[in-house]
């Protein structure tokens, strides 16, 4: 189960920060995941925006974030969040979780059918 929560309403230039809680048996925080974030404005398809690696590290990020977003994940692996600065006004979407029991990320690939779990979406609006 992915909860996302930190969306909400900011200028151009502004940040956000974006977490995404994963619950489940505890076994599966040892098991090594792949955790993405996604995002899909109206009218538009979904596209990724960041992956990471829980156990490794590994991060993948699209062209349209390099340097103003980071993935990061804490100590026991249970959050991932997504720290997004400068953002503008096409950041403006709903952005999804997702996560996939895995030993890599599909090679930072943002390929949808890659991943099993996904949350609710939290909403970013971004005016200018």
């Known amino acids: 189960h992915l909860a996302e929560s930190g969306g909400g309403s900011v200028q151009a230039g502004g940040s956000l920060r974006l977490s995404c809680a994963q619950s489940?048996?505890?076994?599966?925080?040892?098991?090594?995941?792949?955790v993405a974030w996604f995002r899909q404005a109206p009218g538009k398809e979904r596209e990724g925006v960041a992956s990471?690696?829980?156990?490794?590290?590994?991060?993948y990020y699209a062209d349209s974030v390099k340097g103003r977003f980071t993935i990061s994940t804490d100590d026991d692996k249970t959050t991932v969040a997504l720290q997004m600065n400068s953002l503008k006004p096409e950041d403006t979407a709903l952005y999804y979780c997702?996560?996939?029991?895995?030993?890599?990320?599909?090679?930072?690939?943002?390929?949808?059918?890659?991943?099993?779990?996904w949350g609710q979406g939290t909403q970013v609006t971004v005016s200018s």
């Open positions: 489940g048996p505890p076994y599966m925080s040892f098991r090594n995941k792949c």
């Open positions: 997702a996560a996939r029991v895995s030993s890599s990320c599909n090679s930072g690939t943002f390929d949808e059918r890659f991943f099993s779990t």
């Open positions: 990471i690696l829980l156990y490794g590290g590994d991060t």
